[in-house]
């Protein structure tokens, strides 16, 4: 398998859930990122790793608590969401964060909080 | 002002014809340059990328540069109906040592067939 894998494609959960999405990249890469896409408005950074370290953290809510524990996965764990989080989560992936390789995304996870 | 911008379209244009996509952005820092497609609920595909001034093809695909008036634009030959999308600019920037992506909110393009 190549490429970037994200898991579960869909999920539906109440404001009070906890549920944790998954990503995880076949491509070697040393930099993983989370990005939420909401109609009408660009893509959103909310987390950036690398070599499992978190190098970034774009002010987003407690309520969404990455995890790195290898270079190959990525977790975004879920808690206490609000309706306005419902959104398409993106995981990427790059060769480095220095670098000018592009990034290259998994088929997201389309989330709707009820 | 938006650090990455482009008109939301929709584009249309007839099958077979050049389709145009622009892209201006703010801070000159910006290094990288790079176009996605996206399917309506699917993830950005990365269609080309380009870091010196001037063109750079790709088969049907041509990414054109420039840094002075600071906008990158991507050509569309022989546009096909498959080519309907939403074509995403993104740019990466250097700001106080860390890097930094930053995406348009992308230009819906169809194709007429």
């Known amino acids: 398998e190549t490429g970037v894998t994200q898991t579960p494609r869909h999920l539906v959960m109440g404001m009070t859930n906890k549920k944790s999405l998954k990503c995880e990249q076949h491509?070697?890469?040393?930099?993983m990122y989370w990005y939420k896409q909401s109609a009408k408005k660009p893509l959103e950074l909310m987390f950036v790793y690398s070599l499992e370290e978190r190098v970034e953290n774009n002010s987003v809510p407690s309520r969404f608590s990455p995890e790195c524990p290898n270079s190959s996965h990525l977790f975004l764990h879920l808690h206490t969401l609000q309706p306005e989080d419902s959104a398409l989560y993106l995981c990427?992936?790059?060769?480095?964060?220095?670098?000018?390789?592009?990034?290259?995304f998994g088929d997201g996870t389309r989330l709707s909080i009820l | 002002q938006k650090e990455v911008e482009q008109n939301s379209g929709p584009l249309s244009v007839p099958e077979g014809a050049i389709a145009s996509l622009n892209c201006t952005y703010s801070?000159?820092?910006?290094?990288?340059f790079f176009w996605y497609r996206q399917y309506s609920g699917k993830s950005p595909e990365l269609i080309m990328f380009i870091y010196s001034n001037g063109d750079k093809e790709d088969g049907r695909f041509t990414a054109q540069l420039n840094k002075a008036s600071q906008y990158v634009s991507l050509l569309i030959r022989d546009s096909q109906p498959s080519d309907s999308a939403t074509y995403l600019c993104a740019v990466k920037l250097t700001s106080s040592g860390t890097y930094k992506y930053i995406f348009g909110t992308g230009t819906r393009l169809k194709v007429l067939a």
């Open positions: 801070d000159r820092g910006s290094q990288s």
């Open positions: 491509l070697g890469h040393n930099a």
């Open positions: 990427a992936s790059s060769q480095d964060r220095r670098s000018d390789q592009p990034q290259h």
